[in-house]
């Protein structure tokens, strides 16, 4: 991107590098690839392996699902039925996709090569240590719990990131009903039992206690009818609302609905100690400490560095930050050669005012000095594609007409601006600037972006400078990343779903659930998967959810 031509600012070759032609094993280049979650599979979907040798290292041999972790929580939906096995996934017809089982350790950007473990715990042969060199580096390995060093958290909570978090839950909520109808107890221990404490008022502890909720009550209580007036759920969190992240009013019809669910819902309040048997607060608006007793808790309160990225970070001088920063086409700052997409990662977006001369002099077709309405227009498009936070900020002054931009403050509408006209109608557009969130659909779209970028690299380099730069090198005849939001739901149980969908759209309620379930029914990775997580649903309408151990 970012090469002048005769057409504006902006030029780039979309076209794919023709398929099929493959280059002799010897001298395809090496890409290395972190992770096998939504980034790293969606990455490797599209990755021509024809022209490149492609190698993946995973501590898992599988892809999760994620968005459908919490229903395993409570067996809504089977924990096989949303892993996709990675080979499966990389299995293709013109070459081979190598996967190792191991965890990358470290990164040596210098030495371009990475140190790996493997996790395989058994008495077979072989080395469970090696490394590997690449040519590119992919990063995708994601995030991990954050538990902001709360003493007793490590020990005493439950997650829910991964697969095997989501089963232990389910086992536990088991045993805490089976423990709190063992005879002999007080109505206070089994209270205690059967007290669901969860840390965090985001969409995962949200939809975790919303599918909590619904096994409590439609399956749990017909079968432990002692435990029905016993059991009670709490979410704990330390804003002033849950959901805080989504449009207001889902927020409060989230709330509204925990109310009525009996869910009880303790906001500004910071957890400070999770003891064995108790979780320990403080009210932030009095400075109050207070604790509950609890059967089982639920940590979700937002994610944290993997030690590899942390170490890694401090080897490239990105020091004291929570996750790696790239430029606008994902490549990692400070290194040559590494990429890195998803949650363990984040855009560090170009301001407009660092470019804002050069910008203008590109405009200024006639050379002027002075840019009129059309010499604006004309650029307008290839500078919302570098700059997106120009798009917002128009949006956020409801500027339906760019030209709007130009009107001074005395009421007189100007037809050219001069440079310093210029700077200062563009001058609040960076405030607009918004780091992309850490879910799935960024994390996919990343994926697929720089799988696009990948095939076509080649064809750039044979033609590097592009016609005359604009910035940095010929890499930058892509375009840079550019998110879409195809917007986001929120299950609160009873069959009713939230959702904000793009256009400031919300809807919510029961017909909102059946959209969750084609979209989500829709998204799965496979055939396999799709019929498996369909069924489910069904097993679970028709008989319920199994309540076993
Ligand atoms: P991940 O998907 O976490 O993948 C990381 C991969 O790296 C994994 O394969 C892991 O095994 C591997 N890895 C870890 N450490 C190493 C290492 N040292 N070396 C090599 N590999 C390693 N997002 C949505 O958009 N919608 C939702 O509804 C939604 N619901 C969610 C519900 C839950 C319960 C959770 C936990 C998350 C949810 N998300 C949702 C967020 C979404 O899952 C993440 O944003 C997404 O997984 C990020 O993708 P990623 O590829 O960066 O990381
Ligand atoms: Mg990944
Ligand atoms: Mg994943
Ligand atoms: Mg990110
Ligand atoms: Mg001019």
């Not at 002033?240 to 500004?268: C, P, W, Y």
Request: glycine share 8%; proline share 4%; hydrophobic share 35%.
């Amino acid at each position: 991107l970012c090469t002048i031509s005769s057409g504006g600012l902006v030029a780039y070759s979309e076209s794919q590098a023709e398929p099929g032609s493959g280059i002799p094993s010897e001298k395809k280049k090496k890409v290395l690839v972190l992770g096998t979650g939504w980034a790293g599979t969606s990455f490797l979907k599209d990755i021509d392996i024809s022209h490149y040798d492609v190698q993946v290292i995973s501590p898992r041999n599988y892809f999760a699902f994620t968005p459908l972790l919490p229903s395993v929580t409570c067996g809504t939906v089977e924990a096989r039925s949303i892993v996709e096995p990675v080979r499966k996934i990389i299995k293709k017809r013109d070459g081979e996709v190598q996967f190792c089982e191991a965890e990358c350790v470290k990164i040596d950007a210098a030495g371009k090569r990475v140190y790996c473990q493997s996790n395989i715990d058994n008495n077979l042969v072989g080395n469970k240590e090696f490394s590997l060199e690449y040519d590119y580096l992919v990063i995708a390995v994601g995030a991990q719990v954050n538990t902001f060093n709360t003493p007793g958290v490590q020990e005493n909570c439950h997650f829910l990131k991964e697969i095997e978090d989501a089963q232990k839950i389910r086992r536990t909520v088991i045993d805490c009903f089976e423990k709190a109808v063992l005879p002999g107890l007080s109505e206070e221990e089994r209270k205690t039992n059967l007290h669901f404490v969860i840390v965090g008022g985001g969409p995962t502890g949200v939809e975790f206690a919303a599918e909590l909720h619904d096994y409590i009550q439609e399956d749990l209580v017909k079968l432990y009818p002692m435990a029905k007036d016993l059991v009670k759920i709490t979410m704990i969190q330390s804003g002033d609302h849950i959901l805080n992240m989504f449009d207001e009013r889902i927020s409060s019809f989230a709330e509204n609905k925990f109310q009525r669910d009996g869910i009880e819902v303790l906001t500004g309040r910071r957890v400070v100690n999770v003891s064995e048997k108790e979780v320990a607060m403080k009210i932030k608006s009095t400075g109050e400490s207070c604790s509950i007793p609890h059967g089982i808790v639920l940590w979700s309160t937002g994610v944290g560095t993997r030690p590899v990225i942390k170490d890694f970070m401090e080897q490239i001088g990105q020091k004291n930050r929570r996750v790696l920063a790239t430029d606008e086409w994902l490549k990692v700052k400070g290194c040559d050669n590494v990429y890195a997409l998803g949650d363990c990662a984040s855009i560090d977006q170009r301001k407009i005012m660092e470019d804002i001369a050069i910008i203008f002099k590109a405009a200024d077709k006639d050379n002027s000095g002075n840019l009129n309405v059309k010499e604006f227009e004309d650029i307008l498009d290839d500078i919302i594609i570098r700059y997106p936070q120009v798009e917002l900020y128009l949006k956020s002054m409801h500027m339906s007409d760019v030209t709007d931009l130009f009107k001074d403050p005395r009421g007189t509408d100007a037809t050219e601006v001069d440079i310093e006209g210029f700077k200062s109608a563009l001058s609040h557009v960076d405030s607009q600037m918004k780091s992309l969130p850490a879910t799935a659909q960024v994390a996919a779209q990343q994926g697929a972006y720089l799988s696009r970028c990948f095939n076509r690299m080649e064809q750039c380099e044979q033609n590097p400078e592009g016609p005359q730069r604009f910035r940095g090198s010929g890499r930058h005849q892509f375009r840079p990343f550019s998110y879409k939001h195809f917007g986001q739901f929120a299950p609160l149980g009873g069959e009713q779903t939230a959702a904000e969908l793009p256009g400031d759209w919300v809807s919510m309620g029961h017909s909102t659930q059946w959209l969750w379930y084609s979209v989500y029914a829709s998204k799965q990775v496979s055939w396999r998967t799709r019929v498996l997580v369909v069924s489910d649903w069904l097993r679970r309408s028709v008989f319920g959810r199994d309540s076993s151990r």
